[in-house]
């Protein structure tokens, strides 16, 4: 706490506190401190506050001595921690998170926090002695509810639902509230409980050999009681430590005859608290040495770390960036600092938890969102007491409470899934570790093989520094890649061709040299859609304006925007026909049909619906790196930096779908995916290949993946980036409002338009609806703004776009709109 706050050793008369509760709120608000809990009171712990009859456990911003003018504060409650949750460095992060990405500190807490430190309010019923005695206007559940409060003068809700015999207690609730026989109040219950475990140990007279050998050759009665305490000290000798469960199974012993030794005092039982998390040793073992390229690359980012503090290292597929990271990883451990490596999906921490804990052990902490609440905490405290030395995780792993962290690794930097969409704070997690490593003065490196074009950027023009790898590891070279022209294979029936001849003879080729193959296709499911052959309605979604995906397997039709299933339809609500055509395909349906092409072949399929799992990505990779896989199907979750060594063959089976987004971002996405996964094949000492079929054969984007010419990308897109002035050229702001009646979402959007018209007619585009204009029964209109790169000139926009909202939701017309402001889409 603030020494400025006490006058010697005299507690300060009043103390205010900014508390940062988890709600969307304008400005955090001011409790005042009473006298009694100023001494324990500090910045980053959690405190008990009511707001509105209703209990948070908020966390301290700040603590001053200025009362608010404008009202009188309640005063804190309790204080939930002895020592802070979080440092100020992190308070410091959400705050610039919430400007930056236009949002409050709660909704920043909300994403930072693991929910079981939050903790959850249970709702009890008080009794209002102003009420007095007069139940006459109440009818029977009513009476039985307020009888038993006047008695016991509080009830929770638990107790209500014994009363009446029932699980839907509401209505009556309500009742009771509304005729102020009662009010409800909160009560704050921690969520988070340590994990246990019964550990035996001998009671310490028998630590003595002579006491215990009599006791031993005086044993009377209970042979096995005996039987478990050898087994207990065979245990004791060969495992160090011997818990309850071991011991029982060791002994085949029961739990009465194990109480029987600890009554008799032979044995005590003790219970100790445990780590959900498996840990290892803690060692660090390198055993391996550089290549003369990645030498190079290694100590030009040591010499760009002096000049700048972000670094792109721009490395080709294959070229062993991960070992690089690891030896900047073993440097930053040496000197007694944190280090921080993100990926962008939980699919590819697998390989990486394997290689990391190899030359790390114990060292390494995992946090994606597969973790449990109660893992979440146990890894949050390893964090901030500085135990974890290495964090590897997704984008939420920005948010963790690191003491000194010296090094960010932002692995596949150009991956759009380091953008948080849903829900607030929107934030992009590469963009803020680079402020997040300022504010420890911490070094940041971007590693990929298709850089996004505004880090590039940043790298051309002197912002970042760049440091290129050029060569594959082990002189492996690039795959080659061939384009299959599906326009000039003539099909029967018209359908969309699947598998061409030439892959089909490529599949079997590498299947005959024992190799493995990758086959990708970004959409999953069976069939993107059914359509009827007669009339030509397609089934769409009730809740969205979007077509149903066919997923065999379940036997259902499927929404990918709400997640809503519908049985199959047989019969057209159109024409009534029966007749429907599955047109497209997904993954699921290519798997099928792989299987009846090569039905000697072992196929897997790896998408959303194929591994949801907590252990599922892990027991698949693992299946295809044992070689107990020949084909493996998949969606984007193939693509990103897997290193599989047994694959010489990648296919990409609709180069269309990729290509024809409309996005402006669409050329530069469509070469990452198509480089990335082409960079699975030919690994290793293997020369891969790569077939491409795709109709439009003259896009530009083919040849620079044909030639594996990042730089050709580049010098095409900036040009069209900069003719229509889109990143890195500007800024974007997109608005998304959204309401269950479509024409005041519309009037909303425009409202909000012409605030801002004053000043930026020139920057916004729209507002218009989106290609898919209602999602989950809400209808969606959308406003595009793009502003010039001026801190001042943006910091303003995003002024007058708050401004705007809260002139907007004051009329009651509008209040029930969602304005969605996301900075700096992807």
């Known amino acids: 706490m603030d020494n400025d706050l006490f006058t010697g050793n005299t507690l300060a008369a009043q103390l205010f506190a900014e508390v940062i509760i988890p709600l969307a709120l304008p400005q955090n608000y001011t409790w005042a401190i009473p006298a009694h809990l100023q001494e324990n009171v500090q910045p980053g712990s959690r405190v008990e506050v009511q707001l509105k009859n209703k209990k948070y456990a908020g966390i301290i911003k700040t603590l001053h001595r200025q009362k608010p003018a404008a009202f009188a504060p309640k005063e804190v409650l309790n204080i939930l921690d002895e020592a802070p949750l979080l440092f100020p460095i992190q308070l410091q992060f959400w705050k610039w998170m919430a400007d930056y990405y236009m949002c409050s500190e709660g909704e920043v807490m909300n994403a930072a926090v693991p929910a079981n430190l939050k903790l959850s309010s249970e709702s009890i019923l008080i009794w209002n002695d102003e009420h007095g005695l007069d139940f006459s206007d109440l009818n029977g559940e009513e009476f039985l509810v307020a009888e038993a409060l006047e008695l016991k003068k509080e009830l929770r809700l638990s107790e209500v639902q014994q009363i009446?015999?029932?699980?839907?207690?509401?209505?009556?609730?309500?009742?009771?509230?509304?005729?102020?026989?009662?009010?409800?109040?909160?009560?704050?219950?921690?969520?988070?409980?340590?994990?246990?475990?019964?550990?035996?140990?001998?009671?310490?007279?028998?630590?003595?050999?002579?006491?215990?050998?009599?006791?031993?050759?005086?044993?009377?009665?209970?042979?096995?009681?005996?039987?478990?305490?050898?087994?207990?000290?065979?245990?004791?000798?060969?495992?160090?430590?011997?818990?309850?469960?071991?011991?029982?199974?060791?002994?085949?012993?029961?739990?009465?005859?194990?109480?029987?030794?600890?009554?008799?005092?032979?044995?005590?039982?003790?219970?100790?608290?445990?780590?959900?998390?498996?840990?290892?040793?803690?060692?660090?073992?390198?055993?391996?040495?550089?290549?003369?390229?990645?030498?190079?690359?290694?100590?030009?980012?040591?010499?760009?770390?002096?000049?700048?503090?972000?670094?792109?290292?721009?490395?080709?597929?294959?070229?062993?960036?991960?070992?690089?990271?690891?030896?900047?990883i073993e440097q930053n451990l040496l000197e007694g600092k944190q280090v921080l490596y993100m990926l962008p999906e939980i699919a590819l921490t697998t390989q990486i938890i394997r290689r990391l804990q190899k030359h790390f052990g114990g060292n390494i902490a995992i946090y994606h969102s597969k973790f449990n609440p109660n893992e979440r905490v146990e890894i949050w405290n390893k964090v901030k007491s500085g135990e974890a030395k290495i964090v590897l995780g997704a984008r939420s792993a920005l948010l963790l409470p690191f003491v000194n962290i010296g090094l960010i690794i932002v692995d596949e930097e150009h991956d759009p899934s380091y953008k948080q969409q849903d829900p607030a704070p929107r934030y992009h997690a590469r963009d803020s570790a680079v402020y997040l490593a300022a504010l420890f003065n911490a070094k940041v490196l971007l590693g990929s093989a298709t850089p996004s074009i505004e880090s590039y950027n940043n790298a051309q023009t002197a912002k970042y520094s760049l440091v290129s790898l050029n060569e594959r590891f082990g002189e492996a070279e690039l795959p080659a890649i061939q384009l299959i022209d599906l326009k000039k294979i003539e099909t029967a029936d018209r359908k969309k061709i699947m598998l061409s001849p030439q892959l089909k003879e490529a599949i079997q080729s590498s299947l005959n040299q024992k190799k493995q193959v990758i086959?990708?296709?970004?959409?999953?499911?069976?069939?993107?859609?059914?359509?009827?052959?007669?009339?030509?309605?397609?089934?769409?979604?009730?809740?969205?304006?979007?077509?149903?995906?066919?997923?065999?397997?379940?036997?259902?039709?499927?929404?990918?925007?709400?997640?809503?299933?519908?049985?199959?339809?047989?019969?057209?609500?159109?024409?009534?026909?029966?007749?429907?055509?599955?047109?497209?395909?997904?993954?699921?349906?290519?798997?099928?049909?792989?299987?009846?092409?090569?039905?000697?072949?072992?196929?897997?399929?790896?998408?959303?619906?194929?591994?949801?799992?907590?252990?599922?990505?892990?027991?698949?990779?693992?299946?295809?790196?044992?070689?107990?896989?020949?084909?493996?199907?998949?969606?984007?979750?193939?693509?990103?930096?897997?290193?599989?060594?047994?694959?010489?063959?990648?296919?990409?089976?609709?180069?269309?779908?990729?290509?024809?987004?409309?996005?402006?971002?669409?050329?530069?996405?469509?070469?990452?995916?198509?480089?990335?996964?082409?960079?699975?094949?030919?690994?290793?000492?293997?020369?891969?290949?790569?077939?491409?079929?795709?109709?439009?054969?003259?896009?530009?984007?083919?040849?620079?993946v044909q030639q594996h010419n990042y730089q050709h990308l580049y010098e095409f897109e900036i040009q069209n980036r900069r003719h229509f002035f889109y990143p890195p050229y500007s800024r974007l702001i997109h608005i998304i409002f959204r309401h269950k009646e479509n024409h005041i979402a519309e009037e909303a959007a425009h409202?909000?338009?012409?605030?801002?018209?004053?000043?930026?007619?020139?920057?916004?585009?729209?507002?218009?609806?989106?290609?898919?204009?209602?999602?989950?029964?809400?209808f969606l209109w959308e406003m595009l703004i793009k502003l010039p790169k001026d801190t001042a000139i943006i910091q303003q926009c995003k002024t007058q776009i708050q401004q705007q909202i809260i002139i907007l939701q004051s009329n009651k017309r509008y209040r029930g709109v969602d304005i969605i402001p996301d900075i700096d889409p992807v």
Not at 184 to 213: F, G, Q, R, S
Not at 247 to 269: M, R
Not at 654 to 681: H, K
Not at 765 to 776: F, S
């Open 519 to 704: 086959l990708f296709q970004n959409r999953r499911g069976y069939s993107p859609y059914m359509i009827c052959n007669v009339c030509g309605w397609i089934p769409q979604c009730r809740n969205c304006d979007v077509t149903l995906t066919f997923h065999k397997a379940k036997n259902k039709l499927a929404c990918h925007y709400c997640g809503t299933t519908y049985p199959v339809i047989n019969t057209c609500a159109a024409c009534g026909s029966h007749h429907f055509i599955e047109k497209n395909f997904g993954t699921e349906k290519i798997e099928e049909h792989i299987a009846e092409t090569f039905p000697t072949s072992r196929v897997s399929r790896m998408d959303y619906d194929s591994v949801k799992g907590k252990y599922d990505h892990d027991n698949l990779i693992k299946l295809f790196e044992q070689q107990k896989i020949d084909i493996l199907v998949g969606t984007q979750m193939v693509v990103k930096g897997l290193d599989f060594e047994h694959v010489n063959l990648v296919g990409i089976l609709d180069a269309d779908g990729i290509l024809n987004f409309t996005d402006f971002r669409v050329n530069e996405r469509a070469y990452q995916l198509m480089e990335q996964v082409s960079g699975r094949a030919g690994r290793k000492d293997n020369t891969g290949k790569v077939l491409i079929q795709v109709s439009n054969m003259q896009h530009p984007v083919l040849q620079f």
């Open 751 to 778: 409202l909000l338009q012409q605030g801002l018209q004053p000043a930026f007619a020139a920057n916004i585009t729209g507002p218009a609806q989106p290609v898919v204009h209602r999602v989950r029964n809400l």
């Open 164 to 328: 009446l015999d029932a699980a839907h207690v509401y209505p009556i609730i309500k009742r009771l509230i509304d005729k102020n026989v009662c009010y409800v109040w909160e009560e704050l219950k921690a969520k988070y409980k340590p994990k246990t475990e019964t550990y035996i140990i001998l009671h310490p007279v028998y630590h003595n050999e002579d006491k215990l050998a009599d006791l031993m050759n005086n044993w009377s009665k209970g042979p096995k009681q005996l039987e478990l305490l050898l087994a207990y000290l065979y245990l004791i000798k060969s495992e160090g430590e011997v818990t309850q469960p071991v011991l029982l199974k060791k002994s085949g012993a029961s739990a009465a005859q194990l109480k029987g030794l600890i009554d008799k005092q032979v044995l005590i039982a003790e219970k100790r608290e445990i780590g959900r998390i498996a840990t290892l040793p803690k060692n660090v073992y390198i055993d391996f040495e550089l290549s003369q390229a990645q030498q190079t690359a290694y100590d030009a980012i040591q010499m760009a770390f002096m000049q700048k503090p972000v670094c792109l290292l721009h490395g080709v597929t294959a070229s062993g960036k991960t070992q690089i990271y690891i030896r900047l």
